[in-house]
């Protein structure tokens, strides 16, 4: 996922920011026993539900049963289970109301602890499975786990979100995953290894067939393209599911643009009621063909209501741009400016207050829409620049103690556009063990995220027929 994008998001949310730093404390705690494979900056974005996203956090997947279970309704508590994810699993819900889920029974046993997969469904694209745990005291409301699926790469990983609940039922586990391959299986067996609960390691392995639900699959040639024809989009095929819809697509931009976004913002119904989004996003690859950037992708929403006539898509485009960085102990003024918006960033002032441990830099925009007030550009540009360690800007993840994500911006002069930003050095905005040390501005580089200061561009609407 872009970080510009995601900081971007992450501001318009009100945060319980001691709730926040107690789950990022426990991540780092966790990362630092662990080690990472580095990740390419440029990488596929799903776009779920942000709010869900924060909840859920934790990688992984699940698949599901349905030969060696008996059918919903013999089993009606599992409906119960769902109801605990509403928010996070709106199709496993509805699927549990019209008893679509089937309950399964596998079972394992390490270190004293139960897991029992109890039940699963496989609608469109989407897969969940839900587990059961016994002979484990937690004493909050949820619980973490983590675990591996299939051969553990990385399309897996990224495709799949989990959490689990402390409910009137026990402690319960939801794996969902958004299947990472563009081909969608009738049926498969994969294996579900659960390696940790809490703190306490050990395996809890399952070999958990899956089966697709019904659905009807209709094939579509429209396409449309910008204004200015550097991006276009190619709508192949929907599925249409019990409770949702998977939309496969192709987007198309130029060379300039190979890690450009094309995503479907909304689809709405002949009546013009909007469909729910649930995934937006998925990539199966990028290639070159000629002078054009293909990528495969796939999108996936909610059920289409069955008396829909027709649906219109409505998708944009967003343009990325690598990042402007530069040093810090250059001579001021010093100007960045934009490859691809042509907004011009002018750093007029730096003062380093040693004692305080801020950094304070003064800004000026040239060049910029005048559809964006001060206060936006302060809250959804300017304050999310960074201070990354010079020696460390070829890396794609910067460890902790040599990175300053975003800062406290301020507008100075709204009518000339002047901004002043305080970045914290002693971590005070994240978490004390993110405190800089050894700050100088001759080791220290301003990273700016032009991406944020491209505006997005809408594709025309696609119609298409249901009836």
């Not at 990224?158 to 299986?185: F, M, R, W």
């Amino acid at each position: 996922m872009d970080k510009q994008w995601f900081n971007d998001e992450m501001n318009k949310i009100d945060v319980p920011h001691h709730d926040v730093r107690t789950a990022i404390k426990q991540g780092i705690t966790k990362a630092q026993k662990e080690r990472k494979q580095g990740k390419k900056m440029m990488k596929r974005l799903k776009v779920p539900l942000i709010a869900s996203s924060l909840l859920i956090g934790v990688l992984g997947s699940g698949f599901v049963n349905p030969q060696m279970g008996r059918v919903l309704a013999d089993v009606p508590f599992i409906g119960t289970f769902y109801s605990n994810f509403y928010f996070v699993d709106p199709v496993g819900q509805k699927l549990s109301e019209r008893k679509l889920v089937t309950a399964l029974n596998q079972k394992a046993n390490n270190n004293n602890i139960d897991v029992t997969v109890n039940s699963a469904y496989y609608d469109g694209g989407r897969i969940s499975v839900t587990f059961k745990v016994d002979n484990l005291k937690v004493d909050s409301d949820e619980f973490y786990f983590d675990f591996k699926i299939g051969d553990d790469s990385q399309k897996w990983q990224t495709a799949a979100s989990n959490i689990g609940k402390v409910t009137s039922e026990g402690l319960i586990g939801h794996i969902q995953i958004d299947y990472p391959e563009k081909e969608l299986p009738k049926k498969m067996t994969l294996p579900l290894n659960i390696t940790s609960i809490q703190d306490i390691k050990g395996k809890w392995e399952f070999n958990v067939p899956i089966r697709q639900l019904p659905n009807k699959k209709i094939y579509v040639t429209e396409s449309v393209a910008t204004k200015d024809k550097k991006h276009g989009m190619q709508l192949e095929s929907i599925t249409l599911g019990k409770e949702s819809s998977v939309f496969d697509y192709k987007a198309i931009h130029t060379l300039e643009g190979k890690y450009d976004w094309t995503r479907i913002e909304k689809i709405t119904d002949d009546k013009g009621q909007e469909i729910t989004k649930l995934m937006s996003g998925e990539e199966f690859g990028r290639n070159q063909a000629g002078n054009k950037i293909v990528s495969e992708e796939r999108s996936i929403f909610g059920k289409i209501p069955n008396d829909a006539k027709f649906i219109t898509i409505y998708s944009n485009v967003m343009e990325i741009e690598n990042s402007g960085i530069h040093p810090l102990n250059s001579p001021t003024p010093f100007v960045m400016k934009s490859k691809r918006s042509g907004v011009e960033l002018t750093v007029k002032k730096i003062q380093h207050k040693e004692k305080e441990k801020k950094l304070i830099v003064q800004f000026k925009l040239n060049n910029v829409s005048k559809e964006k007030s001060a206060d936006e550009l302060a809250r959804n540009f300017i304050g999310l620049f960074y201070l990354v360690d010079s020696s460390m800007i070829d890396q794609d993840i910067k460890p902790l103690g040599h990175i300053v994500k975003g800062n406290d911006a301020y507008v100075l002069d709204e009518k000339n556009l002047l901004f002043e930003s305080t970045f914290n050095l002693d971590g005070e905005w994240f978490l004390p063990e993110t405190a800089i040390e050894n700050f100088t501005l001759e080791g220290y580089s301003l990273e700016v995220p032009f991406t944020t200061s491209v505006p997005v561009k809408q594709l025309p609407p696609i119609k298409v027929k249901l009836k």
